[in-house]
Nanobody
């Protein structure tokens, strides 16, 4: 089994910054893509940013230029640096990893428990 544990959420004023972290543990052979998603109550989960195993990144238009995704493969960890935060960035943020638990096993998506980010105006 694989567990993803997130940290770094909280309350911040508009214009401020937060850094989210998500560390994976358990039976891990390799991790392909990692990503961050966010969701408001009663709404669909939406993509924030993804990063491939080779470091290629992709961002939602709403966060381009403000958020930066990065990963530390040695620590099985993905980060999301969020700058110039806006009230409309208030969501629960979830990390996602595409994990291979054994050499010849298929990859499986795992999710973190979610961390609340609240931006006050």
């Amino acid at each position: 089994q694989v567990q993803l544990v997130e940290s770094g959420g909280g309350l911040v004023q508009a214009g401020g910054s937060l850094r989210l972290s998500c560390a994976a543990s358990g039976m891990i052979f390799s991790i392909n893509a990692m990503g961050w998603y966010r969701q408001a109550p009663g709404k669909q989960r939406e993509l924030v940013a993804t990063i491939t195993s080779s470091g290629s990144t992709n961002y939602a238009d709403s966060v381009k230029g403000r958020f930066t995704i990065s990963r530390d493969n040695a620590k099985n960890t993905v980060y999301l640096q969020m700058n110039s935060l806006k009230p409309e960035d208030t969501f629960i943020y979830y990390c996602n990893m595409n994990v291979k638990t054994k050499r010849f096993s298929p990859t499986v998506d795992y999710w973190g428990q979610g961390t609340q980010v609240t931006v006050s105006s």
